[in-house]
């Protein structure tokens, strides 16, 4: 067989599927359960397909394990050693929509060729399925250490690993991580082709972050296991995404100053303060907002009040704090009249 200029090549899988004879506990009442017949056979690669390199093409295939999953089972089929040009046969079926893939191994057991197609196989349906065999991909393994994450008091339970594939584009492929012990870790295998990539953790994603690390860079190799161990560092924390309410003003109190209540409070210390909401009841007895003072002030006269317009001890006050963000604190605890 000629190769091209190129000197790339790709395999073909001719995936054949017929019907067995009559099973005595048929699937499907009065249907038969599948066999898939498997061809290997070296062919060009297609136009516009990814290209295998000449060392992998010339590798001699040793081994192939062919996997069968559906919603509900996963069949595999392993056959050592493998003939070139030999028919593997795959028994007993189910109709239903298969995914198929077929890992090819070399003598020393390394991995280097891999193929995945999708079919629907329809009870007694004879169907004939190509598959593009292609240099395997590579594992990738990334755990982080967050123990400064956790002891700095910070909810690290959960993150993302954003991987960037094509660097023409903003787009990332997303894994889940999951904590266990001190590290976050994928719990779905990770395989990517060869190739050089550049990824990114959020914790706990990227849309709601308090922690990212730094652009992590990494290569993928086919066939085999890149390992990346990263150390979560607590001093570059984005705390200003942490976005947390500032804190409830202290020793609020209330005294009459010429017969008109003086709300007073201790300055609350919070970086990004922005100021403080003063809250009075209605005459229904319900608390509305009254009025807002900068971050600089920690009282509030109010002098607009008539407390003969109250009865039933209804007239009440309350502050809050508030940052640059539009957070608003807890308020404190209601005074009164008398106060």
């Excluded at 200029?5 to 004879?21: D, E, K, N, T």
């Excluded at 161990?229 to 995404?241: P, T, V, W, Y």
């Amino acid at each position: 067989m000629s190769y091209p200029r190129r000197v790339a090549f790709s395999l073909l899988l001719m995936a054949v599927l017929f019907c067995g004879g009559c099973l005595s506990k048929p699937y499907l009442p009065g249907k038969d359960l599948g066999t898939l017949h498997l061809r290997i056979q070296r062919a060009e690669t297609p136009a516009g397909q990814e290209q295998s390199s000449m060392m992998a093409l010339n590798k001699p295939i040793n081994k192939i394990a062919i996997v069968l999953t559906n919603k509900k089972t996963v069949m595999t089929k392993t056959v050592e050693p493998y003939v070139e040009g030999k028919v593997i046969t795959v028994d007993s079926i189910y109709p239903g929509t298969w995914q198929i893939e077929v890992k090819c191994y070399d003598p020393n057991g390394q991995w280097f060729l891999y193929g995945v197609a999708t079919k629907t196989i329809q009870p007694g349906e004879n169907v004939e399925l190509l598959v593009i065999i292609r240099l395997a991909p590579g594992e990738l393994t990334m755990e982080m250490d967050v123990a400064p994450l956790l002891a700095a008091g910070y909810d690290a339970s959960r993150g993302r690993l954003y991987v960037y594939e094509d660097p023409q584009t903003d787009k990332a492929t997303i894994f889940d991580l999951t904590l266990e012990g001190n590290l976050l870790k994928h719990r779905e295998q990770i395989l990517l082709p060869q190739g050089t990539y550049n990824a990114r953790i959020y914790i706990p994603n990227k849309s709601n972050y308090f922690y990212e690390s730094d652009y992590i860079q990494f290569h993928v190799l086919s066939g085999q296991v890149e390992t990346v161990n990263l150390n979560a560092d607590a001093s570059i924390i984005i705390e200003g995404l942490i976005d947390l309410p500032p804190a409830t003003p202290e020793n609020f109190e209330v005294t009459l100053d010429n017969g008109q209540p003086l709300l007073r409070w201790d300055p609350v210390g919070d970086p990004d303060l922005a100021g403080y909401n003063v809250y009075r009841t209605n005459r229904d007895g319900r608390f509305v907002f009254l009025d807002q003072v900068d971050i600089a002030t920690h009282f509030y006269h109010d002098i607009k009040v008539k407390i003969e317009d109250y009865e039933d001890n209804l007239l009440g006050y309350a502050v809050s704090s508030y940052d640059l963000r539009g957070n608003n604190s807890i308020w404190t605890a209601a005074l009164y009249w008398p106060f």
